[in-house]
């Protein structure tokens, strides 16, 4: 699963991404080309209490990809700025399944805002028009073509090309009135009828207020603030000081700890984003506990054991019999497996068993 960083030029979405990565890409650039890509272990605590009951050789993380895209040019008349970027970083965009669009929030005479002033409000505003801009642009496009190719073929294929026509001119009347498509309505079959064009407005996102060291503590006024004029579905509003994480990470855990209590930080931001993309991605963990490895397995949510089984390996699902199942929570409560199953906390779940986040699972299947 993979969450595309967005921005406009200036917002510190690289510095995020290197945040969130621990990477060294160039910062700077006020909207480079350049496309950056990392991989990033998903926070659990409950790993650790699990690796302390099983010992296990090693510990294994969900993940989560991110990619840091370059700030798209601004749309003109006649040119969808989002458009403008090279096939490949295009592709990667609407390829993503969520969105992390980074919000410059912070003063700094050093960088002034290429606009001139800082107003995190205007800038969501200012990058979810491009956005809108380019699905509009894609749905006029394939309109033309339905109003031509649509009228021919089968009479199952022209069935087929009203229905999406239909849908398309919904979502084309929304857009136009500004709505996102996350915003609109849409049954399960409209949902498959859309999915291939990837529409940027129907990803899910994640606004991230981007703040410096002396807005720290009122970061939580920001983000309501912020949260009072954008009355969107599917998004959250989260702040970060991309800078203070970024030094936080690259100090020894007793400095860190140091270093966050002067300036009031009672928990890493850094944490708290990335739990929050997993979470924007719909997804949740089920956990496997051994000698041989302690792991979260991400599925998303309302996935049924078989499915879970099938995430560990094919033949687990092809073989499925039945999952053995305890709840976290129970499990270290009572310190092993076998306790679990004596105060009757093990259970045996069926395929259709929709899996909990924090279930601890064995998979007994036919070979």
Known sequence: MQTAIVGLAGSGKTTVFNTLTRGHAETGGYGGVTLNVGVVKVPDPRLDALA????PKKIVHADVTYVDMPAPPPSTEGHVGTEELPADHLARLRDSDALLHVVRAFEDPANPHPDGSVD?????????????LADLAMTERRLERLQGSGRHGTPAEREAAEREEVILRRLHEGLQAGSPIRDLPLDPDEEKAIRGFRFLTQKPVLILLNVG??????????????????????????ALSARIEMELGELEP?????????????????????????RLLGLVSFLT??????????????????????????DLAKGFIRAETV?????????????????????????????????????????
């Open 213 to 238: 060291e002396s807005q720290i503590a009122a970061a939580p006024e920001l983000i309501a603030r912020i949260a009072s004029e954008y009355h969107h579905e599917h998004a959250m509003i989260e």
């Open 289 to 314: 506990a051994g000698p041989d490895e302690v792991r979260a397995w991400p599925v998303p949510d309302g996935a049924t054991a078989v499915d879970a089984a099938g995430v560990i390996h094919t």
């Open 120 to 132: 995190p409000g205007r800038d969501v505003e200012r990058l979810d028009l491009e956005f809108l």
């Open 254 to 278: 007793d400095e860190a700890a140091a270093f966050m209590d002067e300036l009031g930080i009672v928990e890493s931001g850094l944490d708290r984003v990335i739990a929050l993309s997993y």
């Open 52 to 55: 302390a009951i099983f010992k």
């Open 327 to 367: 709840a976290y929570d129970d499990l270290v409560k009572l310190g092993s497996m076998a306790e679990a199953r004596r105060h009757g906390r093990l259970r045996s779940e069926g395929r259709t068993y929709r899996v909990q986040d924090g279930d601890v699972i064995e998979v007994l299947f036919s070979r």
